[in-house]
Structures are given as C-alpha cells and as structure tokens.
C-alpha cells in the first residue's frame, strides 16, 4: 500500500458540523492526532480540546465521512481520459468523429492519438467508426480509441502499421473492433508511445481527481495486458512520494513472483477470466441475444485452482475479472478445488477477491459466501447499461438482463462487497455509485444507502485485508472528506429505499438524502492520514 501522506504529528479539532461515526451516532466534532482519530463526540465536550490542539476546524454544519476507497481503478488510464479525448459524452458518430478532428488539429505533436469511452449502443445507428473514417478524422496519424468497456477499440491504420502480425491475431476484424489478442497488441502499442512525463501527468491528473470527489484510496487493477510494469511502479513509487490519496495495488498475472515483485498486494484485479458483455466476450453458459455465441472463456477452473492455491501458499490474494455466468461458474469451481488442496480456512483467511461478477445466480451467490470470496461490483455498470431498454437488455434479452448485479442477494448471502468505478469505464463518482446500489434499476436488487455507503468506504479496506480503516472511530486512520449536503436522513436497514426517517432518536448515524433528481454532495476537503490532499477553492 502506498501514499505520499506519512502521518502528521499535528492535533486537529474539527467541530460545529455532522460526524458520521457509529462510535457516537449524535457526533457533532473529532479530535484527529498523528494521523488517527483520537476522539469523537458531541460539541459541548469538545471544549475540553480547544486549548490542546494545533487547529481548531469550524465545519459550519458540514458533513464529515471517512473517505471513500475505489476499489477498481485503471489510474493511468483515468489520468489519459481525463487530459485527453474523451468520447463518453459523444451523442452519435458524427460527433464523436468531429471530435477526434478536433483533437488531432490540437495534438500535433503527440506521436500516438489516444481516446477512450465511445459506445455505439448509445448512438443512432449503432455503428462504431469505420477504419476509412478514423484515417480521414487524423490524417492518417496513429490513433487508439478503446470502447467504453476498455475490452475491445478501432484503430487507424497507422495504428495497425505500428505493430506486425496484427491482422493474423484472433480478435482481428478487417473492419470491427479489436478483441482479444489483437486488440491488446494494439493497445500495448499505442500506450508505449507514452513518454513518461505523459504518463506522471496522467497519474497525477487521476489522483487529484479522486482526491476531489472524497476518494482516499484507490484499489490499482494493473497488469500485462492493460498497462505495463513501469507504468505500475511508477504509479506506486508516485503515490509514496507525493501527497494525494493511498494507491493499493493488484498485477493481474499467473507470476506470483512477478506479483510480489512489483509490489503488489495480490495476483489479482484484471486477471481475466473471460471478457465484457459490450464487447461480446464476457462468457456465457447460453448464447448472447444479439449473437450466435457464447463469448470466450480465457481461463478455464484447473488454471484458476493452480492459481489460487499458489497465492494462498504465497501469502498473497488471488482475484480474477468475471462477468458473465460461465467464467464467474469457473472461478467458483477453481476456488474450490485449491480449497480442497490447501484448506478451506485458508482459503476464506486470504480474502481472494473476483472483479465485476455480474451474472450470479444462486449457486453462485452462495459459493462466494462459503469461500469468503469478496465481490469487487460497480454499481455504475447498472445505472449506465441496465433496464430493459439499456445494452444489457440488447446483448441478453430482458429477463436475462434484469438478473445482473444482485447486490442484494449478495448482501443476504454474506458475501463481502467492496463498490469501485472500474475508472474510466465509468467515472470516479462515490456518491454517484451509492445512488447507483440503493436506486438499482431491478428494485429487488436494491440495497440500503447505508449498506452501500459501507462497501464503498469500509468494504475496499476489508477487501486488503483491513477491518480496523474505513470507519471514524478512535483508532482509525484519519482518511476522511468533508462534505457540503442537504438534510441527512437515517434508513433502517431493512428498508431498502422506501422508508426514510430524520428522527434523531434513532441512534444511528445519518447519510445525505440520494433519491434520483436531488444533488449530491459537494467535496470541500479530503485528509489521508492527517494529511489535507484537497482543499475545494472558496469551499
């Protein structure tokens, strides 16, 4: 685990605002000292602090939560996205190929064009960018532009030049999107031209980003498919130097040497074990609505039983990438085995983790709860693509579609949840994905905003192993946000989103009032360790 915020030796009172701790649900002010919380109380008491401490925060009525942790995160790509071209706003192919005009005039000296987030579902016609029409927008010029998904791109042909063999990969179309083998050539590629001053301001631009929604710490997904060992120790060797949120990080290869290494906390993260349901290639136990297959399976039940139990031997986690039923069916019956070879204890004790695990079912479900699988999930993945009318809908059928994402079922299994963004695939925005798990488009997979709060803020540190952070309680690491919001309200656990309550008798810790239509909180202040990484300017 890295970040650039060793423990201050500072006291801190923050008082005359809302602290949600369930130390005391009433809390109105916490003392924060070398770097933990040494206090939380009410602001009568908090007097007895005033005169002992280096700084004195008046809240004014703010809110103040742990930090949030992202427990999926591509950080160099995010970087990328948010300083380079961006097509997730793109309404239609048109406009998504203006843009790209646009970009190669303003980007002359870049030696690779580099875009991300188009999705042709969402556009009329439902046609990704012709190969022609990509070297038309450039000018010939390099360019990659991964889906929204990041599993599949189109490229230009000076893209396609760059890398020799391409065209005899499977994944290769002569006018398709990449996939597959192909596709992470190109990608391997396009993000080599990447000088490493780009590549420091990327990580940099990304980390400051989280650090400005309330995000403390993120979960890194690295891996020789998705980015590259240099791009990963740096982004480690940043973040231990610089001020700005806590980088954990996962290297998603069968190489637990390489894994330990790196510094990794696990083999784990994009460890793939089949694709994604935009691109096609998440795997399936029964054929996709919208084609005659199945998708591809990329890792069968005997390489994940080799790798989980080299893992467990090693002390390490093992975790894999998931989504459609057939490859979340492998993972489950890989893990079990390397239970049967190494124990069971053992195997709940390590805290392995599967990234994504859309399409569950009951067996499933309760698999994870007896191997103490943790669930990675991106309640963002529902609210962009679910509903009958979303893509879900169009690659599986509506009855089918309506299963993904049972973060409730989940929930009553016992299954661990720690909630993540998968960044850029959908934006870092933690209250934005709290919304997403307590508003679920299928209602009866609807979880409580406090439940979902939990797996976005105490799940990401259980999910490392951590069952002492994510929680303002004396003791803890002083990551926490600030926040500016409406009337907190409280919800009984079993109410899902029905019943809502500003009762102060309850005895429990309030949460801002997420129902769809309403705004969000604003982010005025992030601490890592004692340590202030964001100031909102005027905030």
């Known amino acids: 685990m890295s970040n650039g915020t060793a423990p201050t030796s500072r006291t801190v009172l923050l008082r005359g605002g809302e602290v949600h701790s369930p130390a005391d649900p009433f809390a109105t002010a916490m003392v924060v000292e070398r770097g933990h919380v040494a206090w939380v109380g009410s602001e009568g008491a908090a007097d007895a602090f005033a005169e002992g401490v280096d700084e004195v925060v008046d809240l004014e009525g703010a809110l103040v939560t742990p930090a949030f942790t992202d427990a999926h995160v591509h950080t160099t790509s995010t970087g990328l996205a948010l300083t380079g071209l961006d097509l997730s706003g793109a309404p239609s192919l048109e406009a998504a190929l203006d843009a790209i005009r ?29 190969r ?13 532009l991964s889906r929204v998904d990041v599993h599949s791109a189109v490229v230009t042909t000076g893209l396609l030049d760059m890398v020799p063999g391409v065209t005899a990969m499977t994944g290769f179309a002569a006018d398709l999107p990449l996939t597959g083998d192909a596709h992470h050539a190109v990608r391997a590629a396009a993000f080599g031209a990447v000088t490493p001053a780009q590549r420091a301001e990327a990580q940099r631009a990304a980390l400051a980003h989280a650090a400005s929604v309330g995000i403390g710490t993120l979960h890194e997904c690295g891996g020789p498919h998705i980015s590259s060992e240099e791009d990963f120790t740096g982004l480690l060797r940043l973040a231990a130097e610089e001020p700005g949120p806590r980088v954990v ?3 998603a290869e069968q190489d637990v040497d390489k894994a330990r290494e790196l510094g990794a906390l696990g083999a784990a993260g994009d460890l793939f074990a089949d694709g994604s349901l935009g691109s096609h290639t998440a795997c399936l136990h029964e054929s996709y609505a919208d084609a005659g297959h199945s998708g591809t399976p990329y890792l069968d039940a005997a390489a994940v039983a080799a790798h989980v ?10 975790g894999f990438h998931a989504i459609g039923d057939a490859a979340v069916t492998a993972v489950v019956e890989g893990v079990r ?23 569950m079912t009951g067996a499933t479900i309760a698999a994870f709860a007896e191997l103490g699988l943790t669930a990675s999930v991106q309640p963002a993945f529902d609210a962009f693509w679910g509903g009958d009318d979303g893509m879900y809908a169009q690659r599986l059928g509506v009855e089918r579609a309506r299963t993904l994402n049972p973060f409730a079922a989940m929930l009553r299994a016992g299954v661990p949840l720690a909630f993540g963004s998968d960044s850029p695939v959908t934006p870092l925005d933690p209250w934005g994905t709290v ?10 997979h609807r979880v409580s905003v406090r439940a979902a709060f939990t797996a976005h803020t105490r799940g990401g540190w259980r999910a490392i192993g951590r069952d002492d952070a994510g929680v303002l309680v004396p003791g803890a690491p002083a990551d926490y946000a ?25 005895g429990t810790p309030g949460l801002p009032d997420l129902t769809p239509g309403t705004g969000l909180p604003v982010c005025l202040r992030t601490v890592v ?10 905030g």
Not at 337 to 356: C, D, P
Not at 435 to 444: K, S
Not at 482 to 505: C, N
Request: net charge positive; charged share 25%.
């Open 102 to 130: 646009g970009f190669a005039a303003a980007r002359p000296a870049d030696r690779v064009l580099l875009g991300h987030g188009w999705d042709a579902a969402r556009w009329p016609g439902g046609r990704p960018p012709a």
């Open 132 to 144: 022609a029409e990509l070297d038309e927008a450039t000018g010939g010029r390099p360019l990659y």
């Open 249 to 251: 990080g996962y290297w």
């Open 309 to 318: 139990a080299a893992c467990t031997e090693a002390g390490l986690q093992a």
């Open 337 to 359: 085995a390397a239970a049967e070879k190494v124990g069971l204890a053992r195997i709940r004790a390590a805290r392995h983790r599967v990234e994504h695990a859309e399409m």
């Open 435 to 444: 919304r997403a798990a307590a508003f679920h488009r299928t209602p009866g």
């Open 482 to 506: 600030v926040w500016r919001t409406g009337e907190l309200i409280v919800q009984a656990p079993d109410d899902r989103v029905a019943r809502w309550s500003t009762d102060p008798r309850s």
């Open 529 to 538: 360790g004692g340590e202030t990484v964001f100031v909102r300017p005027g």
